[in-house]
Structures are given as C-alpha cells and as structure tokens.
C-alpha cells in the first residue's frame, strides 16, 4: 500500500494526476536525478545533518519499514523529554517523517528544515500584493501538511510549527564548515559525516534561523488548496487525494501546470522506450492531437514565456499548428522580437512557414558597430554554497571560482588566451578570481561579451563584498573596484560589458530552438544551419599555435557527425567530468533536472574539490576537465557569434561594416 507522504503530497499541490506516474519506472521523469548528484547540488543533506546539532541529545528514529519506524517513535515518545530525528507518524493513509521533534509534555514542536536562504529582513512569505509568494508556498504547505498529522495523533496537544533554514544575513566565522560536513554514499544512498567540533550546535545556533510559522500555516489553510486543475477545502483535499491513492488514477486536467511537468519524455527517453506522462494526460483530452505531439508537432507547453496556456486548453487548442495571431495577442515591435511575436515565429515554424532565421537586421548593425575591438568572450562558474566553505562569509553567498577567456582581434585572430580556476585549499576566490580577470581583459578597452546576466549580477555581488571589506584588509581594493566599475559600469548598466545572449533574444528567431535563446539551444541550430560554420569547425587546427591557440586542446576537431549525418553536441566530446558512476551524465542532469541545474555541474564539481571526496588522480582530471568545459563555453560564444555574422551577412552586410570577421576560412 502507497500512503500519502510529504513528497506525494507536493506533487499532487502540482497536479493530482502525477501520483499516477511519480513511482512507475516505466515513465520519463526529468527530476529523477541519484540522491548523491542532489545531495551535492542542492547541500539539503548537509543543512539537515547541521541543524540534528541543534538538539545534541536527540535520537533518530532508525528503524526499517513503516510499521518499525512508527512504533520506536511512538516507544519513544512515551518520555515526557525528548527530541527525535526523523520522527515517523501514521494515520489512515497519511504517513509522515518529521525532519526534528520536539516533545516537552503537552507541547510538540515541529521542525522542517530546508535548505533555501532565509533573510529576516525580508522572509519572503508574503509578497506586496499580501499573497504568498510562490518561492516559499511550497515549504509552508509541507509544514502544513506535517502539522494536520501530528494533531490528529496528538489532539490533546499544542502543536507548534517551525521552519529551519540557513541565514543569509549572518556570518559564519570559523573556515570550512561544509567541508566538516562530509557526503558520504552509502549503498546507492546519502550519508553525513558530521565532524565532531559541530555537535554542541554552536556553529548551528550560528547560521541557522528557526522560524516560527503557525501564523502563516492557519492562514495558508484557510485558502482552498489548489491542485492543478481540482480545488478544495485544505483538509477535504488531503482526505481525497489519500483516499483515491492506489484506487483510481485522477483524471487529468491540462492548464499552465503542464509546463513544467517532469513527466515529459525527450527523444532520448523515448528511444529508451519510456512513457511519456504528459503526453498520456493530452491523449485523455484528444488522441489525435497527442499522436501529431508524439510525431514531433510541438504543443501549447512548448510556447516561449506563454501566460494564456489555460485559455487555449478550454478552447481546444492543444498544438501550435492550432493557433491564430489573436491567440498569442500578437503585437511586433519595431527592432527587436517582442515575446508575442517569438511566439508566433515558434508557430510559424511548426506550420513549416518560416524560411529559415528571422532577424532585426538594423537592431543587429547598431549592435555590431557599438562594440570595440579586441571583443573578449567570458564566461564565468560559480557557486552558492548553502553552507560556508570559507570563514567570514554567509550561506548562499556568491563564490566565483573559474573563469575562461577567448579573445577575438579585428583581423579574425581568434585565441584562447586566459583561464583561471581557483585552489580549492586557497580560501576565499572571489579576490584571487577578480585579479586575474583584471590581467585577462584589463590591458585594453576592448568589449566583454558574455551570454545573459550572470556574469553582470555576479561582477555586482563581488563588488558589493570587496567594497565591504575594511580599510586595508585588500591590496589594490580601490584598483578592483574601479575595474570592476570598468565593465559593470558606474550605473551597474554601462560599462564594457555586453550581453550576447540578450542582443540574440531581442533581435534573432532560430528554427530548432523552441523560442529560447539559451546557448546550448542556440548553438546547434547554428551549427545546423550555418554551413562556414560547420567547415570552420570541422578542420582539426583547434589549439594549434599556428591557427586558433588553446590552452587546454591541441588539434582539436570540433564538428563530427552521427550515423544519421547529424552534427554531435560539441560537449559530448569531452567526456564525463570525472570517472565516478555516481556523477555519471552530470551535463545531462544540468539540462533536465531543476535541483542540479540550478546548482549548475561546474558547481557540483567545485564542492567535491572542496569536500576533499576524490582521489589525487581523480581531482587532477576534475580540475582539468573544468578547465576544457569552461573553454568550450567561452568557444561556443565565439562560434555564436561568428554565426550571428554570418547570418546577417546572408541578408546583405550594410556598406562599411568589416566583413573581415567573416572570413572563417583564413
């Protein structure tokens, strides 16, 4: 029998009808990334097994099986004092284990920790309209979730409901402290090696905030619980979702939530014979609509940035190739790509009415002519630890920790000239990674292109703390300071700085890329449809001193092709990130699973080089696999660029502009 858990409970807050495929292996799940793999991206491991040492004298509930579990917690409970860890509660078909317990008599305290950053300043519960905000619903709705068990197994006790979360406005102040919270696996699962200076739960008291929530939890179930598609009383809810589990499938109800449903099958799980969730629950609305999707017609989820998904359902509009201009309130601005018309481009597209690329061509001429020569291509890798690696920083703070940097000169000369990747043992990056950004792009005006804001809002942050720090706490402050002023600008808008990835998005509709303008979106429709960009590429000069110079390939070959004449994915020939299993299809996992793509992989791979989990040998090919990773991004925004030129070269170069950027065959 499946019984009604805190997780199962989350997804059907999402849509009911993902209980019918959250734990059948036979159908694609996008989120189903290993335990280990989220464990690093996501440190909700690390921050449980710290705030246990809060409560130094607790007992974990270490039973196996649900009917063990409940009664060694129930045994326990029988003392009047007493926290538990992982504390387990059944009634009916509702189950649940509770992060930490607290039991003082009459009174139980519940508490649900979570790795999300808590500011005290400004919580995040309540927006400026006074609804909740979505960033932090969820949780409350686990805690309310825990809550409605536990008084139903205590009702003659007062029940109050904590959540448990890092601090962003507090400093840690002793060095390493992720680091003396070691992720260990254990048998396919997740272990914490806590380090024994943590357990009197001073560092805990230090960084964690316990937030009281029972306010905002009466309030949120006072409102009627929203289940894609189905509404209903709080508690009715509950009582229906565990009484229709494991008897009958929930009929599903398309709308917006359909979006972003994990249960969406890509060509590559297909092929592996897996079942596509989504496409099930568009078959249950109309079959033939969801054979034409099955045949590669993109739907209404497909559309870019779309608001109206509910109204097209209610109208029967389920495919592109349905829709009108009315339907996505169509309005072209001059310029630029106005998100309407993106839209409609994506359904001209599946319509087979566009002919090829669509771009703004004088919005592009402005563009091209307001930069400055030598354009420095970068890219930056970060991280935001949940839990300091460093003394003297919070939790979530911006570590910027690598960097790659391709240099284009005026005449075509395209180089590889400048990497930086930070000891793992040398402290703090951030400083160390700014000076060398400095020596890298520093020696000349030339334009700093990089793909959206990332590196933008990192320069800022890092700004924000080198400007914190005191008066002669760091050489050549006011020298970083001014050069990170250099690209950012004065204004945090001007600067050297300047967005390729925007000028893209507002000026340049590729087919093939679903309306986004993500690089790894952007750069195989242009390598599938730029043919000076394939020759260019496919010549095995890359790294030779003489041609491109590349600090970490020599001779390379970048564009090779399948069995079926398709151009491999340029990241693919690199191999994995490191040799373990469990990391195994990291650059995967980064596409398709929320919990490590925004952790990032480079991300994931700067903790293991922190948490000292690899081998010597092991971390040198880590190190240099970030190294060549790092390259290639940089490399793929130089040959998105090249492409853009090529591109508007197709439709007609204007008089004057240097078309010696062009010539990719010299």
Avoid at 140 to 166: C, G, T
Avoid at 176 to 181: E, P, T
Avoid at 235 to 262: N, T
Avoid at 288 to 299: F, L, N, P
Wanted: charged share 25%; net charge negative; glycine share 8%.
């Amino acid at each position: 029998m499946r019984y009604l858990t805190k997780s199962r409970f989350s997804r059907a807050l999402e849509c009911p009808a993902k209980l019918t495929y959250l734990d059948n292996r036979a159908y694609a799940n996008a989120n189903d990334a290993n335990e280990f793999l989220k464990a690093l991206a996501e440190g909700g491991h690390q921050v449980g097994a710290l705030a246990k040492c809060l409560f130094p004298d607790g007992i974990e509930v270490d039973a196996i099986g649900h009917d063990a579990q409940v009664e060694q917690t129930m045994q326990l409970l029988e003392q009047d004092e007493i926290v538990l860890f992982e504390a387990a509660f059944r009634v009916g078909k509702l189950f649940i284990r509770v992060d930490l317990l607290r039991k003082s008599r009459n009174v139980i305290d519940l508490f649900e920790v979570k790795a999300k950053g808590f500011d005290p300043a400004d919580p995040g519960f309540i927006g400026a309209s006074g609804g909740f905000l979505a960033g932090m619903k969820p949780y409350l709705y686990d805690v309310a979730f825990q809550r409605h068990v536990l008084r139903q197994v205590f009702p003659d006790h007062r029940v109050n409901s904590h959540l448990v979360m890092p601090d962003t406005s507090r400093t840690c102040k002793e060095a390493g402290l992720a680091q003396r919270l070691r992720i260990v696996k254990a048998g396919g699962r997740v272990r914490i090696e806590v380090d024994p200076s943590l357990h009197d739960g001073t560092v805990a008291r230090e960084v964690l905030a316990i937030v009281p929530v029972d306010s905002l939890l009466d309030r949120l179930v006072a409102e009627p619980l929203q289940m894609g598609g189905y509404t209903a009383a709080f508690d009715e809810g509950i009582e229906m979702l565990a009484r229709q589990l494991d008897v009958e499938g929930w009929a599903p109800r398309l709308g917006a939530h359909c979006k972003s449903c994990e249960f969406h099958a890509n060509a590559a799980a297909q092929a592996n014979g897996m079942r596509d969730g989504r496409l099930e629950c568009l078959a249950s609305r109309d079959k033939v609509r969801a054979h034409m999707a099955k045949a590669g017609k993109e739907t209404i989820f497909d559309l870019y940035n779309f608001r109206r998904i509910d109204a097209l359902v209610d109208e029967g509009k389920l495919l592109l190739l349905d829709l009108e201009q009315e339907d996505v309130k169509f309005k072209p601005l001059e310029g630029e790509i106005s998100a309407s018309h993106r839209q409609w481009l994506q359904a001209e597209e599946s319509n087979q009415a566009l002919d090829g690329a669509f771009l703004c061509e004088q919005s592009l001429d402005d563009a091209f002519a307001s930069l400055t020569y030598p354009l420095h291509f970068i890219d930056f890798e970060t991280s935001r630890p949940a839990l300091p690696f460093h003394a003297g920083r919070r939790p979530y703070e911006q570590l910027l920790f690598q960097f790659s940097h391709h240099q284009l000169e005026a005449d075509g000369r395209l180089a590889h000239l400048h990497q930086h990747l930070a000891d793992a043992d040398a402290g703090w990056p951030n400083v160390e990674s700014i000076r060398a950004l400095k020596h890298a792009v520093g020696g000349d005006d030339g334009s700093v292109l990089h793909w959206w804001d990332h590196e933008r809002t990192v320069l800022r942050e890092v700004r924000g703390q080198i400007a914190a720090s005191r008066a002669g706490e760091l050489d050549n402050r006011e020298e970083l300071l001014a050069f990170i002023d250099s690209l950012i600008g004065p204004d945090g808008k001007s600067g050297r700085l300047f967005d390729l990835g925007r000028l893209v998005h507002r000026t340049t509709f590729l087919p093939g890329t679903r309306g986004s303008s993500s690089l790894k979106k952007v750069l195989p429709a242009m390598l599938a449809s730029v043919d000076l960009l394939r020759d260019r590429y496919t010549r095995p000069d890359y790294g030779s001193d003489d041609w491109i110079p590349s600090l970490n390939f020599k001779d390379q070959t970048w564009i090779r092709y399948d069995d079926q004449g398709r151009v491999i994915d340029p990241y693919k020939l690199l191999g994995e990130r490191t040799e373990d299993p469990d990391l195994q299809g990291l650059e995967g996992q980064e596409e398709k699973d929320t919990a490590v793509a925004d952790g990032g992989a480079a991300m994931v791979a700067y903790g293991l080089l922190q948490n000292h989990m690899l081998g010597e040998a092991e971390r040198d090919r880590l190190r240099l696999q970030l190294l060549r990773y790092c390259e290639l991004d940089t490399l793929a925004m130089v040959m998105a660029w090249q492409g853009l030129l090529q591109y508007r070269q197709q439709h007609a170069f204007p008089h004057g502009l240097n078309a010696t950027n062009l010539d990719m065959s010299q």
